[in-house]
């Protein structure tokens, strides 16, 4: 049976300039216990037996070994894993034993610690700042030999430290005194002559040494003690985890393809020692997942400023307590796994990259020969056979020989994560790393060429669309690909689940060339409604892209077209054939090409577009176009020419409005000129007369035509509310 603690905070109090933990009915015990086995005898050292590495930076370690009666186990750690400790520490105790007590290196600022001695060493204090601190204390002073009118030795009781002016030939310096209260009386002594000084006190002799060990102590800041004591009889086995910062495990893969075969893929888990011990046959575990884990200061002491409050005379109320607040904030980021290839060539010209490939592929354009062939005889050795070269070229297609690499690591499921258990014991000397064998698999693969035109305009990549068929959860990491013995390529893959299938490129593809060409696009109403004055108009909006693929090799190819993924804007595939797969980002289109053929592959998408136009009384233009449009319903042409005829009634009573209009204004400016002529002709003429006739008749005429603008005016207001009171309800 085993005695477990789970060390998750600090409740402790603090002995000398350590701090003790304790749990549960051993905590009050704890402290007395931490100070009786301070002189328990250290039980060996426990060795580090299991290593479990997380992918969010963190490692579980884990110490084992046996103890004698009861034991203190002594291990330091580095002071930025206090913390993490302190936070995530388990115990074990096997066979009847018990946790009496953790302690630890307290942290308390050097600062508070210093102030809390008799003698304050803040802040550097010199000579004088240190003797002033000791007021009334007695010490013992020798002098040196020189000093004016002073015996060599002195003993009295500090008074106080002061300053005095001391004429030095023609100027004046300042000179700190020790004032001392002798058995003759008080003396006054020049620091500079003092040569020791002793303090009589023995307590403060004490604090003085021990403010001094506090100093020391702070310089070694690096490696923190912790003490584990045990408590139990006879020999046990005991046991301690905890989890600390580590590097992140690493993975890296090797892709083996061959013609005829499936491929094989190999991967190879890359771990880290940091710690300042060796692994010796360590248990480990690899796990692929990222466990949230944060820091937290455990290991500092934290104070709080209280103010000071004046004692009230009537009794004082319970301390109110609140809750926290519901309102909590999340966020979240989606990780996608575009444009990922981009890397191969963004920096490299075309032409590099095809001479590059020719190289690589035993090409033409692999290395320009020099002519002279007195130089080739030199370079080259005689091979009128070709045997040579039919050997090199088997070896190189040969297929690499992994079988000598077996799995090193047992791949299982573990809750949520993924769990790679190291089948052997591993050994690690500190700040060394190592790569292990984790994945030894065939896997499904078929060979594809990828072309995406945001990646490579011209050519598209050799890839795999592969199947993980190898029943473990791949980490994400690179591959690098081998064709037959010979380097092919390198790629990088995101995290792939057991039975996911993932693409993967690696080259240029130079023997496959696509040319894509924006097709006319085109828009169509489809469908027209009224709905109470709105006409609303459907329209489809078409849009074509054709992809001109040559494939200039002498194989096969089976390419996959990267449409991007337009569906978050309503549109959808017609008259297209069917992705074999699709992501938010993206389709995939499949298409068979055969060596030497050239052939198109359309992608044709279609949105509807509504649109509403709310008839008002100034657009008969409008109301004219939706009359002509053939998707527009008999019915609906119908209302709306008889909107048209209102339309008509409503613009005669217009015009004849602003004729009316139109005459009243002649008519009145005729009557200002004759107005005009009457006060300049005299009343016996006879044209005065005749001007006073017209303006009589003008008057009629006038008369006559406001009564009929205001009819008018009357029949315009009906005839236009008429109009727009059938507009606003125009419905089909």
């Keep these: 049976m085993a005695t477990k603690w789970l060390l998750v905070a600090p409740v402790a109090g603090a002995v000398g ?6 749990v549960g009915a051993d905590t009050l015990l704890g402290a007395a216990d931490g100070v009786a086995k301070q002189d328990v005898k250290p039980a060996v050292s426990l060795p580090i037996t299991r290593v479990v590495l997380f992918n969010s930076g963190v490692g579980y370690f884990s110490r084992s070994g046996e103890v004698m009666d ?20 388990v115990l074990e105790d096997f066979d009847n034993g018990r946790i009496a007590a953790v302690s630890y290196d307290s942290r308390e600022p050097i600062s508070r610690t210093l102030s809390s001695f008799a003698i304050n060493l803040n802040s550097n204090p010199t ?7 000791m007021r009334g204390e007695r010490v013992d002073v020798v002098l040196t030999p020189g000093a004016t009118n002073q015996p060599g030795k002195l003993s009295g009781v500090i008074v106080g430290v002061e300053h005095q002016k001391e004429a030095k030939g023609n100027t004046t310096v300042d000179v700190e005194v020790l004032n001392m209260w002798c058995a003759e009386g008080l003396r006054s002594v020049k620091l500079p002559e003092i040569q020791q000084l002793k303090f009589a006190n023995p307590v403060i002799e004490s604090e003085f040494r021990r403010a001094l060990d506090v100093l020391a102590l702070s310089h070694d800041s690096q490696k923190k003690s912790v003490q584990l004591h045990f408590a139990g009889e006879g020999k046990r086995k005991v046991q301690v985890g905890y989890v600390i910062e580590a590097p992140i495990w690493k993975t890296s893969y090797r892709l083996v393809l061959a013609d005829k075969e499936k491929p094989y893929l190999q991967g190879w888990a890359m771990v880290e020692n940091p710690t300042d011990e060796d692994w010796a046959g360590v248990k480990m575990a690899l796990i692929s997942g990222r466990p949230i884990s944060f820091k937290m200061d455990l290991y500092n002491p934290l104070y709080v400023d209280r103010p000071t409050v004046e004692p ?11 809750r926290g607040g519901f309102n909590a904030r999340g966020d979240g980021v989606a990780n996608g796994e575009s444009k990922q290839l981009e890397e191969l060539t963004k920096d490299m010209p075309e ?50 020989a992994t079988s000598s690499v077996g799995n090193a690591a047992t791949a299982g499921a573990l809750g949520d994560f993924f769990q790679y258990t190291i089948d052997h014991p591993v050994s690690l000397a500190r700040q060394k790393s190592a790569m292990l064998p984790i994945v030894g698999k065939d896997v499904e693969g078929q060979k594809v060429s990828i072309y995406n035109q945001n990646v490579q305009k011209t050519h598209p990549l050799l890839g795999l669309k592969f199947k993980n068929t190898s029943g473990a959860h791949l980490n994400q990491g690179p591959i690098t690909v081998f064709e037959g013995s010979v380097y092919a390529g390198d790629t990088r893959v995101l995290d792939v689940q057991p039975n996911e299938e993932r693409l993967v490129s690696y080259a240029i593809d130079l023997g496959t060339e696509v040319d894509p060409q924006n097709g006319p696009g085109n828009q169509k109403i489809t469908s027209v409604k009224a709905v109470r004055g709105i006409i609303y108009t459907h329209t489809k909006l078409s849009e074509e892209k054709k992809y001109r693929i040559i494939n200039r090799s002498q194989t096969d190819r089976t390419l996959l077209i990267e449409h991007p993924n337009r569906t978050n804007q309503q549109f959808k595939l017609v008259d297209t054939e069917k992705p074999v797969e699709d992501t938010p980002e993206l389709f995939r289109f499949q298409t068979p090409v055969k060596a030497g053929e050239t052939k198109t592959f359309t992608v044709k998408e279609e949105r509807d577009i509504a649109s509403g136009v709310t008839l008002t009384n100034s657009q008969e233009g409008q109301i004219r176009y939706f009359i002509s449009l053939a998707e527009a319903s008999p019915e609906l042409k119908q209302k709306l020419t008889a909107a048209l005829t209102l339309k008509g009634t409503w613009d005669v009573t217009q015009r004849e409005l602003s004729q009316v209009v139109a005459d009243l204004n002649r008519l009145n400016a005729d009557q200002d000129r004759i107005r005009k002529n009457l006060r300049e002709t005299p009343k016996e003429a006879e044209v005065y007369q005749t001007y006073l006739k017209k303006l009589s008749d003008q ?5 006559a035509l406001t009564t009929k603008q205001k009819k008018l005016m009357e029949d315009e207001f009906s005839s236009r509310k008429k109009y727009e009171d059938y507009l606003a309800n125009i419905s089909d």
């Excluded at 300039?17 to 304790?22: H, M, S």
């Excluded at 009230?312 to 609140?322: D, G, M, N, W």
């Design 17 to 22: 300039l350590g701090v003790t933990l304790g």
């Design 70 to 89: 009861d034991a203190r186990v002594d291990l330091t750690f580095p002071e930025q894993d206090i913390n993490d400790l302190l936070k995530s520490m």
């Design 127 to 133: 000579f004088a700042g240190i003797v002033s601190q």
């Design 312 to 322: 009230e005379l009537f009794a004082s109320l319970r301390p109110v307590t609140y």
């Design 351 to 400: 032409k590099e990259v095809r001479l590059r490939a020719a190289g690589a592929m035993g090409g033409k354009g692999a290395a320009k020969a020099r002519p002279e062939s007195e130089l080739l005889k030199r370079t080259f050795a005689d091979d009128s056979d070709g045997k040579f070269a039919k050997e090199s070229a088997a070896e190189m297609g040969r297929r690499l």
């Design 699 to 703: 008057e009629k005429e006038i008369d």
